[in-house]
């Protein structure tokens, strides 16, 4: 031990006469194995009885017993850093080297080797032992990188991103890897809708008028995006962006009741300033992240719920009454959520959310319309200039998976394809189509026994998936088989009209009242507000009946009911029922 470490040892005895072989106090020095410890015990021991008797009363103010409280390393989160251990305080060493380290016990006078530099998360630490801080090194090249960074935003606007800390061989190299983006927020608005629904019991009346608030976003064109049922019986529809106070007057463009997407516009030119449409992106995988922004129920500022993609099929909308693609993900969407796009990694928007799975057995399960429904509701109105719908295939199928079955009808073993119950008589496809027919392909793709053709790799999806990429009047080549014949047929699309509709697409009820007796066309809206939200398990049977089977037989076929019986003398003792 070289004349300056007895120095300093001396002065510490001086300072602190406590010290002794006896108190049970344990330091880390870094010192070569070579040092005659007996020596240097010696030189303690000389050092305490020197010492005044008087000071040997006095005890060091400590936090804790044989370690110092240890210091957090604050870590900031206001530009990318590199991240290193803090360096231990100046040592009490000699010239060793970082191999031959090891740790001198002044309390039972033992020395342990200290684990290997290579291994800085050796487990079994003794306790009281001080924590092994990571040594410093000259190399840069090794230096251990943050673990967060932050991601540039300026007023919710995507400024670029940071990548992910990574350890590169070249200290000038950049940061590799692609962060997750930040979706354009400023371009979601609230949307504030006053509602006036009709009286279905009173046709030529309205009910009271109710408000109600949903989501929307900015798209090309000086558009905004929402739900059709956020919207649905409008009477006046604003909308307000994030940050202002200010509620804009908005107009209703295109209303897709079947995708429950509606189109708005703004007038005033004050709106669209500082406002930046979103970008579309691609149809999402697979547990691919997912952000729903909006503004849910629980507060006024914009909310943000994020979750992964966990199913891609053909999904029942409830506002329509269709069956269309769907994305099915984890995150929260509550009223509210409604119309706010849902944004992948890349700040693109894949989607629309609009409703969500409440039941019992099931947790945050949320439904988002996805891009190709979007686009389509899109071209639609650019194509036509307005909205027209989307086409069907008007036949009711089975599948076929019984081997009996596919025997009866001459299919071959290697044929596949689905049999053909009933047809629309009012759909252009019943000029060509008959009952007992095997669609085999649709436009070229081949439909498996199960109903279903190839999605992407390794996903299959509902072969109405096909259809619903068409438009309203477009063709398509079906290819059946009839009496073990393969025919092929160039069919025409068009819109599904059903007996019941489903809903009156915005317009007033139809009646017609003769003698007191008020008559009104069925649809389910009537059905709806007549027999409230269960009107499956209470409407009369006869009802249910014609809306669930029945197919219309011309394209003006209507039911009609006698919905109200007016105090009339001419009409004592009629009801209605």
């Known amino acids: 031990m070289d004349s300056l470490t007895l120095q300093f040892y001396y002065s510490l005895h001086r300072f602190f006469p406590h010290f002794s072989l006896s108190l049970s106090l344990s330091l880390s020095l870094r010192v070569n194995p070579t040092i005659n410890t007996h020596a240097f015990l010696r030189h303690t021991q000389k050092a305490q009885k020197e010492r005044n008797p008087l000071n040997s009363k006095l005890k060091p103010s400590m936090g804790k017993r044989g370690r110092k409280p240890k210091t957090p390393i604050p870590e900031t989160l206001d530009s990318p850093t590199t991240t290193v251990a803090s360096p231990p305080p100046p040592p009490i060493t000699t010239a060793a080297t970082g191999l031959d380290d090891a740790v001198f016990s002044v309390s039972n006078v033992e020395i342990i080797e200290q684990p290997q530099a290579s291994h800085p998360h050796q487990e079994g630490r003794r306790r009281g032992r001080p924590k092994k801080l990571r040594k410093l090194t000259d190399n840069p090249e090794i230096m251990t990188p943050s673990r967060r960074v932050p991601r540039a935003v300026d007023n919710g606007e995507h400024k670029g991103s940071v990548g992910p800390a990574v350890a590169v061989s070249d200290p000038c190299a950049a940061w590799e890897g692609v962060a997750r983006a930040v979706p354009a927020m400023d371009a979601v608005v609230k949307v504030f809708c006053v509602h006036t629904e009709p009286n279905f019991s009173l046709p030529w009346q309205r009910k009271r008028q109710y408000s109600s608030s949903s989501s929307g976003f900015v798209i090309g064109g000086r558009r905004v995006l929402t739900n059709a049922h956020s919207v649905e019986h409008y009477t006046q529809v604003k909308l307000k962006k994030r940050g202002s106070d200010t509620k804009y007057l908005a107009t209703v463009l295109a209303i897709g009741t079947e995708c429950d997407i509606a189109m708005l516009t703004v007038d005033d030119d004050e709106f669209w300033d500082g406002v930046s449409p979103v970008e579309f992106g691609d149809l999402p995988a697979l547990q691919d992240s997912v952000t729903v922004v909006g503004y849910p129920i629980g507060g006024d500022t914009i909310s943000v719920t994020s979750g992964v993609v966990s199913r891609i099929e053909i999904l029942s909308y409830v506002h329509g009454s269709t069956e269309l ?9 509550n009223s509210g959520n409604s119309g706010g796009p849902a944004f992948n990694d890349r700040g693109n928007c894949v989607g629309i959310a609009f409703q969500s799975l409440k039941h019992e057995d099931a947790e945050n399960i949320g439904y988002v319309i996805p891009t190709p429904v979007i686009m389509h509701f899109i071209q639609d109105y650019e194509k036509n200039g ?3 719908g989307f086409p069907i295939l008007g036949v009711e199928w089975q599948k076929m998976e019984n081997p009996d079955l596919r025997m009866s009808m001459g299919m071959k073993p290697d044929q596949k394809g689905v049999r053909i119950r009933r047809i629309d008589p009012t759909a252009p496809e019943s000029q060509v189509l008959k009952p007992s027919d095997i669609i085999l392909s649709f436009d070229g793709v081949n439909i498996a026994n199960d109903g279903t053709v190839p999605f992407r790799h390794g996903e299959r999806i509902g072969f109405s998936y096909l259809i619903s990429q068409k438009y309203t009047g477009d063709n398509s080549v079906v290819k059946v088989l009839r009496n073990s014949e393969i025919l092929s047929f160039d069919i025409k699309l068009a819109s599904h009209k059903r007996l019941i509709p489903a809903h009156n697409k915005g317009r007033p009820p139809s009646y017609y009242i003769i003698a007191g007796f008020v008559f009104t066309a069925v649809s389910v809206p009537y059905l709806r507000s007549e027999y409230g939200k269960d009107y499956e398990f209470e409407a009369p049977v006869k009802l249910l009946d014609k809306m669930l089977h029945s ?17 009339a003398d001419i009409n004592i003792g009629y009801k209605y029922c």
Not at 551 to 567: A, F, I, M, N, T
């Open 325 to 333: 693609l769907g994305l099915q993900i984890d995150a929260a969407i």
């Open 386 to 388: 307005a909205y027209t």
């Open 551 to 567: 197919l219309p037989q011309s394209p003006d076929e209507q039911l009609v009911v006698v919905s109200q019986v007016l105090v």
